[in-house]
């Protein structure tokens, strides 16, 4: 067994979390209510010095009162505890929202609409280069297919219905593919904690 006291602390802190398996308890809470409050207090402290301070209050000391305009949008979110002047918070979260849509929007346009276009096109080089090809193809007729089950502009009959049950079966491979892959970052998760305990805390492995 390990002598550290850290190791043992983080031991019993799994351990604790683990006993949810069981059922709720008081062990539990704890380790729950110990992990939200070291992570806010952890953030708290991240923000003040990789946020707040250089990118605000530096500014400000060095006469840049430009910076005073999002000091202004942030206090407003605070007056949603004032019911009088409650109203005042509409004023950033419409600048937040705005500012991201503009900001969200071209990047996903062009990392999913632009890519998923570029990872479809058939050229002659790719239809000769083996695998490589029969993959293309295979994309190719996902896409169409998965948007054709989408059509719902007129009944689907004939090859309308045939292409969209076919892209059923690309939807359901794509969630399958998705929840596997959560899956095993989770199992992942529970590998590496009993790793821990069997390892550096109990010594049973190496």
Known sequence: MSSDPWVWIAAFLTLMVFSFLYR???????????????????YIVFYWHQALKPNLLEPLKAGEFLYLIPFLLGIMYFT???????????????????????????????????KQIEGTVVTPETLNSG?????????????????????????????????????????????????GYTVMARVSLLIGRIQFLLGPWLGLIK
Request: proline fraction near 4%; hydrophobic fraction near 55%.
């Open 24 to 42: 709720d308890n008081p062990f539990y809470k704890f380790a729950e209510h110990l992990f939200v409050g070291i992570a806010n207090g952890y």
């Open 131 to 179: 695998w490589e090809g029969i993959w293309s193809i295979i994309i190719l007729v996902g896409v169409i297919s998965t948007l054709m089950y989408f059509f719902f502009s007129t009944e689907q009959r004939g090859v309308l219905k045939c292409s969209s049950r076919l892209g059923i079966i690309f939807i359901m491979l794509g969630f399958g593919a998705s929840f």
């Open 80 to 114: 949603r505890f004032i019911p009088k002047i409650g109203w005042l918070v509409r004023l950033p979260m419409g600048f937040m929202i705005g500012w991201g849509a503009g900001i969200s929007i071209p990047a996903n346009i062009q990392a999913f609409i632009f």
